[in-house]
């Protein structure tokens, strides 16, 4: 049975997939993070494919800000003005594509072979699951949450200090 | 049950993509941008397993908003460390960090 | 009335109003109004020759004019014009306005790279820090609008400024949006990555003809796109008496874009830093306090 939505995770599965090859393939590192952000937005559209609108919109909306941030970081540390030169970036390529052909193959194969029980059909409307998923945040997972903004804050705190300069404070 | 095995294969592709990215690039923030494609596999995996076994348990939706503060946190603290081997040693290539090597 | 004919005349009233807003902005930078100016200019880009600067991007080129438009339009559909005339009725539809948003930053960043040239890249960056900096309070303020009306749905959004309009509920907030959206559509006081006097025209420097068109066009309908989202989430959508509900969110988003154009002809520009100080350390704690009184205000 081929339904719609079945072709639709397909076409936007293989965008994914051909966006996130892409990122690696290209020696201009604007292109490579607006690849990723390609591959992202895909994903994020298998995600409304799937029915989660609000996570795929949220996931479209940070990715757009998150992969324009690696852009300028890839430009200021590169040094790679518009992939004009051609150099080459990688090590171990071999070990590298037998890693990750083999666990694509296990995973893959964990996928085809394992007994999924039941497959569910009916899914709550995205209003509801905005309510749903707002109750089992302010209820059962809230300690998690919580959790999760204050690893924000100590990541915050954590970036501020490995970046911060260390030639200032030693001069004082 | 063919939709869910598209969603995974889809995902498994993606993680070998991303696990071959971290490990062949010598550049920090290509290094970080594998590692963002993997996380972003797991998401698929979980929104399937979300979608097409258990739609009642929110528990795998709020797994997902637990992924995405991982991938953000990543980004940050990697551009910090990343900022930091800039100002010491003026490059982000992994191959000429061996500082630690004994 | 059909749900056609009523289509056709909110179309109709949108390309009016788009007509309008060139006007507007013409009258914003030489003072007096011309109405057949805008359509001159249109002439004028679509016959332009199209140069291409050496080594451009070919890719992002052509693709930034039209991501640049297309999410403007995607987020004109789901805003509602009247009670039941809205395209799409989107379950996340605050979320949304948000997710095409950041999006036009992309497209900005994407055509400051594209052409190869020093301005046009600057202006670039500059739209980056610029609106990531500025959605930080626009999402925050929605949050508290989405609070007040307990639902995601923009029409419910509206519905719930019955008995009174989010921008005495919350003054903060629609404070805050007003000036996020005129950062969000660089505006005149805000127009730093496609300043005239400093960049010579920043990130649209080196386009020419259809290209450029897009991108005009492509703002005009990001500027009354923004004034209908202001109308939508602060100024009570389509409530007014007598007159049908949409000729009165047309009417509004006009006066707002109005007075976009207004403060920009009186404003000078802003200095990069400034902008970014002001909103970081001011905007965005005035964002969380703004949740937080709306928190307050809902409980009691």
Request: proline share 3%; hydrophobic share 60%; with cysteine.
């Amino acid at each position: 049975m081929i339904s719609i939505q079945l072709i639709l995770l397909i076409i936007f599965g293989l965008a994914a997939i051909w966006f996130g090859w892409r990122v690696f393939m290209t020696s201009s590192m604007v292109r490579s993070a607006l690849s990723l952000l390609g591959s992202m937005v895909a994903i994020g559209i298998l995600f409304l494919v799937m029915e989660a609108e609000f996570l795929g919109v949220l996931q479209i909306m940070m990715m757009g800000t998150e992969m324009s941030i690696m852009a300028i970081f890839m430009m200021m540390y590169m040094m790679d003005p518009g992939g004009l030169g051609n150099m080459d970036m990688s090590h171990q390529k071999n070990v590298s594509i037998v890693a990750g052909v083999a666990v694509t193959i296990l995973i893959t194969g964990a996928a085809l072979f394992a007994d999924w029980g039941i497959i569910a059909t009916q899914v709550p409307s995205a209003h509801e699951q905005n309510r749903l998923l707002g109750m089992e945040i302010l209820k059962r997972s809230m300690m998690i949450f919580e959790t999760a903004g204050v690893t924000i804050l100590t990541g915050m705190i954590a970036s501020i200090a490995v970046a911060l300069s260390i030639k200032k404070s030693m001069e004082k | 049950m063919e939709l869910l095995i598209t969603a995974l294969i889809i995902a498994a592709v993606l993680f070998g993509i991303g696990l071959y990215g971290a490990l062949s690039q010598t550049n920090l923030v290509m290094i970080m941008m594998g590692i963002e494609l993997m996380l972003g596999a797991a998401m698929i995996n979980l929104v399937a397993f979300w979608r097409y076994l258990h739609p009642e348990a929110f528990s795998l939706q709020m797994f997902v908003l637990v992924a995405m503060t991982v991938m953000a946190l990543e980004g940050a603290v990697g551009f910090a460390i990343a900022t930091q081997r800039f100002r010491t040693s003026g490059t982000v290539e992994m191959e000429e960090s061996a500082e630690l090597k004994g | 009335m059909t749900p056609f004919l009523s289509g056709f005349i909110i179309t109709l009233l949108f390309v009016g109003g788009v007509y309008f807003v060139a006007v507007l902005e013409r009258c914003s930078m030489t003072g007096n109004v011309s109405w057949s100016g805008p359509a001159r200019s249109f002439l004028l880009l679509f016959a332009q020759e199209e140069i291409k600067t050496r080594k451009h991007d070919k890719v992002f080129f052509e693709t930034a004019p039209i991501l640049f438009i297309g999410v403007i339009l995607l987020t004109i559909s789901i805003l509602p014009f009247g009670r039941g005339s809205v395209i799409i009725d989107l379950g996340t539809g605050a979320l949304f306005i948000n997710a095409a948003l950041v999006y036009v930053m992309v497209s900005l960043l994407m055509a400051g790279w594209a052409v190869n040239g020093v301005y046009a890249m600057i202006g670039g960056w500059r739209a980056l820090a610029q609106l990531i900096a500025y959605s930080m309070p626009v999402v925050m303020v929605l949050t508290a609008t989405v609070m007040r009306a307990e639902s995601m749905f923009l029409t419910d959004i509206v519905e719930s400024q019955q008995s009174l309009w989010n921008i005495l509920y919350q003054p903060v907030g629609f404070i805050l949006f007003y000036i996020s959206a005129l950062a969000i559509a660089f505006l005149p006081p805000f127009d730093l990555p496609v300043a005239e006097g400093e960049l010579a025209g920043g990130v649209w420097a080196d386009l020419t003809g259809a290209r450029k068109l897009l991108f005009r066009l492509g703002r005009l309908t990001l500027v009354l796109t923004l004034s209908a989202a202001v109308v939508v989430l602060y100024l009570g959508g389509w409530m007014g008496p007598w007159l049908p509900g949409f000729v009165w969110t047309f009417l509004k988003t006009l006066l707002v874009a109005a007075s976009f154009f207004a403060i920009g002809r009186y404003m000078p520009r802003i200095r990069h830093d400034h902008l970014l100080e002001y909103n970081w350390k001011y905007g965005v704690p005035l964002a969380l306090y703004n949740i937080f009184q709306v928190g307050v205000v809902l409980l009691l």
